[in-house]
């Protein structure tokens, strides 16, 4: 069985993964989740006897989490998405370290703003170094879509 203790360290430690590490495959749900179980646990709302009710538990607040916070996380990356629409023909600087390669992302400082980017998939280039300036040809779930060269608008 985990003490309190144990359950509030590793929400923090699943937390830290979902901003730093792995986001978007449910740690922050996790992470609340265990916080609660060990909060829970301190002021005797929740009493386990076993590790295996310990985990049900957490699974439990973890779907409760995931049910009650999906849809406003979802509309807030989709508001971010959207908040820039005609890009296409306008230049940004390579800042990722290493450069950009051809299908990763990366991240393109755009007007002051950093922005996620990657390479165009028709270009012809499979890499494009840091500092080198680049051009937007267009956009996809926001992420700028760049190359070498200036696209041609009709």
């Keep these: 069985m985990l003490t309190p203790t144990v359950w509030l360290i590793l929400g923090a430690i699943f ?48 779907i409760i989490w995931g049910v009650a916070l999906w849809k406003p996380l979802k509309k807030l990356s989709n508001k971010n998405v959207h908040k820039y629409k005609n890009l296409s023909g306008t230049e940004a600087v390579v800042l990722e370290e290493g450069g950009l390669q051809a299908g990763r992302v990366g991240n393109v400082k755009w007007s002051g703003s950093i922005l996620r980017a990657q390479i165009e998939p028709l270009s012809s280039v499979a890499s494009i170094a840091k500092g ?23």
């Design 132 to 154: 080198e300036t680049v051009w937007v040809h267009g956009q996809h779930d926001g992420v700028l879509l760049v190359d070498t060269v200036k696209p041609e608008h009709k």
């Design 15 to 62: 937390i830290v993964l979902e901003i730093t590490v792995i986001s978007g495959i449910g740690f922050l749900f996790a992470g609340l989740s265990a916080i609660c179980l060990g909060g829970f646990m301190i002021v005797n709302f929740v009493t386990t006897h076993t590790l295996a009710d310990q985990i049900a538990y957490f699974f439990f607040l973890t």
